[in-house]
């Protein structure tokens, strides 16, 4: 399972990763995505900047409205992909951010060892989006993996994440979050209930 990590940063006050995938993670920068008042963590540039620096490791890319706008809607036909509910012009969306990243990748080493580095000729926005969309379309083309992404029981919530639990029984987002709120409303239910 993939380490959860939350950041200290306020743009993103109640965020975490822990999806399983960068993929997961990214369209999970939606709260409460079923519930009636969803919340939008990437706000702009600044909260973008945020997010990559928590989930990525990666420095600031200072985005303008606009390209956060495109981020966006990246994020929410990607969603749409993995959820099995695309609608029209979704995969024209992932596969033209594919294409912006280049194919063409090399290795770079690092103080962590080696790892993919972008062709030169892709930067900035490019390159994020391509990286995202690469990590979906690896998600879409293993119906194994597919099947293993389930949504948050939370109500309201709507988080994806990937199920790797030794039973396939994962229900929620979070423990510390979501299924906390869960066990805590079916005590007080019970409590509330008339005794035999």
């Known amino acids: 399972m993939k380490l959860m990590k939350r950041s200290d940063n ?11 995938l ?13 519930s009636a008042n969803p919340a939008e963590f990437l706000t702009g540039g600044e909260a973008v900047d945020a997010w990559l620096a928590l989930a990525l490791d990666r420095p600031p890319m200072h985005l303008t409205d606009a390209a956060v706008a495109v981020l966006r809607d990246l994020r929410e036909a990607l969603y749409r992909l993995i959820t099995g509910s695309p609608r029209s012009g979704d995969l024209a969306v ?23 580095a972008p062709p030169e000729e892709a930067t900035g926005l490019a390159v994020l989006k391509a990286a995202l969309a690469r990590d ?5 083309v293993d ?11 939370g109500k309201g919530c ?4 990937l199920d790797e639990s030794r039973g396939g029984n ?3 987002c ?12 079916a005590h007080y239910h019970r409590s509330k209930a008339p005794s035999p």
Do not use: H
């Not at 709507?158 to 994440?161: E, P, S």
């Not at 979070?174 to 409303?185: L, T, V, Y």
């Open 143 to 153: 119906p194994e993996r597919l099947a293993k992404v389930k949504e948050c029981q």
């Open 22 to 34: 960068l993929c997961l993670d990214f369209v999970n920068t939606v709260d409460w995505r079923t």
């Open 10 to 20: 306020p743009l993103l006050a109640g965020y975490y990763t822990g999806g399983g």
């Open 94 to 116: 992932l596969n033209r951010a594919l294409g912006q990243g280049g194919d063409r990748r090399s290795l770079t080493e690092g103080p962590d060892g080696y790892r993919w």
């Open 158 to 161: 709507g988080w994806l994440f």
């Open 136 to 140: 979906t379309a690896d998600l879409l």
């Open 170 to 172: 994962r229900r929620w």
């Open 174 to 185: 979070s423990m510390q979050s979501c299924g906390n709120r869960a066990k805590a409303r």
